[in-house]
């Protein structure tokens, strides 16, 4: 029978092979990939700075400036602050479901500080480009700088992507299910098109799934797909995509399936990843008070769902047009004209620019010391809370060689 410490090195074996054939151009991959995200992040910040400007001048030369500069000038700023809390829960339920996700791998390198830095990339990266498309690469490229490859990265990735969207879909239709006839009766039939947006999230999820859960179907129908374009003199890069579906494609249905298996701890992800969601959705009623108005706290989160979605379907960096205009239709009748402009500036100031600028700092972070697994962590806390000190003993039997570089 196999010991613990065999198993443990087994496993590094394993890992000093992946990194030994794919290290190199696992790294490669990686700089493109984040030179790549910089400069699409650089030109997604000047084109929000531009944005800003816009704004500002129709808010001039519409006559607007002096109702702006009024209704800013009786805003609560206590209230605004009690939405920046429910931003900095947002992150802190996102670093949490990260961490869910690197406990099951018991000898993980990843550490709380390095799982804060991915969380704070997607949000930077994902503010600055076109429909969040920078999100998930920069966070594989944060990920292998911990001293997972890049199939391990890209895995663990992938699965906490999956749990999210799944999170977005599932948190949206309780609200359509719950407040369908207050959006009709509200906002008529324009809420259709929200219907059409939902209905676009939940086929990307469900394609997700396929490939997670039918691997095989999805290699044999991509593998026709390149054969058949590659023919034709229509697709260039002929093996690259070979690998994307050839690999890839099951190294992520291999790390869902993995995670699948601990059900508990799935559930626990979809827990936090809804309350991490209800957390962002909740921060217009916030905003809302600030300058006097009660509304509907339900009513408040289910807009704020249908805002989003809408958002993330526009090909603009910050989802700019969808944000506005989803904004105003939902929030509009809550707002009323007199602070209608303030509150979405304030709004947009606390959920995309702050959150952007302030999680530049935090793309460097690194955990310190490595001799501990976040697993091992919360084992030696078990055991000193119980007094058996079995936790703390076996957390500290191994320390991972990747760690002590």
Same mark, same amino acid.
């Given at each position: ?123 930077? *990266?994902? &503010?600055?480009?076109?429909?969040? #498309?920078?999100?998930? $690469? =920069?966070?594989?490229?944060? %990920?292998?700088? /911990?001293? @997972? ?102 190294? *992520?249905? &291999?790390?869902?399936?993995?995670? #699948?298996?601990?059900? $508990? =701890?799935?559930?626990?992800? %979809?827990?936090? /990843?809804? @309350? ?115 936790? =703390? ?13």
């Amino acid at each position: 029978m196999a010991t613990q410490s065999d198993k443990r090195s087994e496993h590094e074996k394993k890992r000093h092979v992946a990194l030994k054939v794919g290290g190199s151009k696992g790294s490669i991959r990686s700089g493109d990939e984040e030179a790549e995200n910089k400069a699409k992040a650089r030109k997604g910040a000047l084109f929000l700075g531009a944005v800003v400007i816009l704004y500002l001048l129709y808010l001039i030369f519409s006559g607007q400036m002096g109702m702006f500069v009024d209704a800013l000038g009786r805003v609560d700023l206590g209230w605004v602050g009690l939405g920046a809390v429910c931003y900095l829960a947002y992150f802190f339920f996102g670093v949490m479901a990260y961490a869910i996700a690197v406990y099951i791998d018991h000898d993980s390198p990843v550490g709380v500080r390095d799982l804060m830095s991915v969380e704070a990339s997607g949000i930077f *990266f994902g &503010n600055l480009t076109p429909m969040m #498309a920078g999100a998930v $690469p =920069s966070q594989i490229v944060r %990920l292998t700088r /911990t001293g @997972l490859d890049v199939g391990e990265a890209s895995a663990t990735q992938f699965t906490r992507f999956i749990m999210f969207q799944f999170g977005v879909v599932l948190f949206a239709a309780i609200m359509l299910v719950a407040k369908l006839g207050f959006f009709f009766q509200t906002y008529g039939d324009i809420v259709i098109l929200n219907l059409v947006v939902f209905a676009v999230h939940f086929l990307e999820l469900a394609g997700l799934f396929v490939i997670c859960l039918c691997p095989g179907f999805v290699m044999r129908v991509g593998n026709g797909l390149i054969k058949f374009l590659s023919k034709r003199g229509w697709l260039k890069n002929v093996d690259h995509w070979n690998e994307v579906v050839n690999v890839q494609v099951m190294e *992520f249905s &291999n790390a869902f399936m993995t995670a #699948a298996k601990d059900l $508990p =701890s799935m559930g626990l992800t %979809l827990l936090v /990843t809804m @309350l991490q969601l209800a957390s962002f959705y909740m921060i217009p009623w916030f905003v809302l008070r600030a300058f006097g108005i009660t509304a509907d706290f339900l009513n408040c989160l289910a807009a704020g769902s249908m805002v989003q979605m809408v958002a993330t379907a526009v090909p603009l960096p910050g989802g700019t047009g969808g944000t506005e205009g989803s904004f105003f239709m939902f929030y509009g009748p809550m707002f009323g004209a007199a602070s209608m402009s303030a509150g979405f500036i304030v709004w947009r100031i606390l959920t995309f620019f702050a959150p952007t600028v302030l999680s530049a700092p935090l793309l460097g972070l690194r955990s310190r010391n490595r001799s501990l697994s976040i697993y091992q962590r919360v084992e030696r806390v078990k055991g000193r809370l119980l007094g058996t000190g079995k936790g =703390s003993l076996s957390a500290a039997a191994t320390v991972h060689p990747k760690r002590k570089k």
